[in-house]
């Protein structure tokens, strides 16, 4: 963890300043960076009482661990802050649906572990819609990092400042893939309870993160206030099936009638499962829709359940498989509840036209 980066966090509790006590640090040559304007956590002290010389001494010094004091003291552990708070602020059965989601999250990353082939083309399907100009010089938030397999590709889009934020111990493996991109800070906290200060990011990714929540509008709404009022948000979320033939519909009931057991399963057996998974279903209807397209027949192609699978690894599908049916939350949502829900933080959104279903680019029209 780097000083500068508390002129960003803050105690995700009470929203005041964090002071760094009982640090080890060593020297870790790092980019050259603007003067903090919030708080200098390397002086503990505002910006405007620290010199210019002063300043450009915390840019080599890595905090490899210590503690964050604020409402409570949090650590640094492995250079991470951990910031997800003791008091999540729920009532019981929230808090265990809270715990089982963080361990679900955990056990997938730690175990589908891998960047993959894949990835690099599934994140261009999900960021086609945002121009560049929207990554140049940004401070980035992406929300719900899980390994870091957005962030790698982001981070390289000319973005000033990228925080890959997970709440499961998925973050140590993202800090261990992100390592080398010097513009990009990895933190463990709760999407519903985001340790940074209100309007700090010019644009904002949330994949595949707001319809595994409880309550997905705790999300949104702390996700829309650290962003600036003329910010950009992406997000992706699960689709209601509205523009697919019936019968994609009625296999959805099947398959979230049988998510009701899975997602009970010891997360082990599960991750067996997500293989048979992966290797009696995903693979047979990706390879058929992969032949009928090689024959000419691609337009039967997206009248196939999982046809968008064509091409992909089976370690893809088993991680996905995974994710589909061990993950105890599944919110689903058609394209004008999406834009209804939207509008009401004031955002009006643009989607993508193409799988996945659905992205949405949301941004705030302009105040006349």
């Known amino acids: 963890m780097r000083f500068y980066v508390l002129d960003d966090v803050v105690d995700p509790v009470s929203g005041e300043v964090l002071r760094v006590e009982n640090a080890q640090i060593v020297e870790r040559s790092g980019p050259a960076v603007a003067k903090c304007r919030n708080w200098c956590g390397y002086r503990g002290r505002p910006p405007a009482e620290v010199s210019d010389d002063a300043c450009r001494t915390c840019r080599d010094l890595w905090i490899v661990s210590g503690d964050l004091k604020g409402s409570e003291r949090y650590r640094i552990f492995e250079g991470v802050p951990r910031l997800a708070p003791s ?9 265990r649906t809270r715990s089982r989601t963080r361990e679900s999250f955990g056990y997938e990353w730690e175990h589908f572990n ?16 945002v121009a560049d100009h929207l990554f140049e010089d940004a401070v980035v938030l992406d929300a719900g990092c899980g390994i870091g397999r957005w962030a790698r590709q ?6 000033r400042r990228l925080y890959a934020v997970d709440f499961s111990r998925a973050i140590d493996r993202a800090a261990a893939i992100l390592t080398d ?14 340790p940074f200060r209100a309007a700090t990011f010019d644009f904002v ?16 709404r702390d996700v829309t206030r650290v962003l600036r009022p003329q910010g950009a948000l992406l997000v992706y979320l699960y689709y209601s099936l509205e523009n697919r033939p019936r019968f994609f519909r009625w296999l959805l009931t099947v398959v979230s009638s049988i998510r009701r057991l899975t997602v009970r399963l010891p ?10 998974i992966a290797l009696m279903a995903y693979w047979p209807l990706a390879r058929l829709a992969a032949a009928l397209e090689r024959l000419g027949l691609g337009r039967f192609v997206g009248n196939l359940p999982l046809s968008h699978y064509r091409g992909c690894s089976v370690r893809l599908m088993a991680g996905d498989a995974f ?14 509840a999406i834009r209804a829900w939207l509008a009401r933080y004031g955002f009006e959104v643009k989607f993508s036209d193409a799988t996945p279903y659905w992205v949405g680019l949301a941004t705030r029209p302009p105040q006349s």
């Open 267 to 276: 997360k082990p057996i599960m991750y067996g499962l997500a293989w048979v």
């Open 87 to 95: 008091r999540v602020g729920c009532d019981a059965r929230q808090g």
């Open 181 to 194: 991109q010097e513009n990009t800070h990895c933190v463990q906290a709760d999407v519903c309870q985001l």
């Open 114 to 129: 891998r960047i993959l082939r894949e990835y690099p083309q599934e994140a261009s399907n999900y960021f086609r819609i």
């Open 323 to 336: 994710d589909r049916f061990a993950t105890p939350i599944e919110w689903r949502y058609s394209r004008s």
């Open 205 to 220: 990714y949330c994949l595949g993160v707001l319809h595994h929540l409880a309550e997905p509008d705790e999300g949104m």
């Open 154 to 159: 982001v981070a390289n889009r000319g973005v």
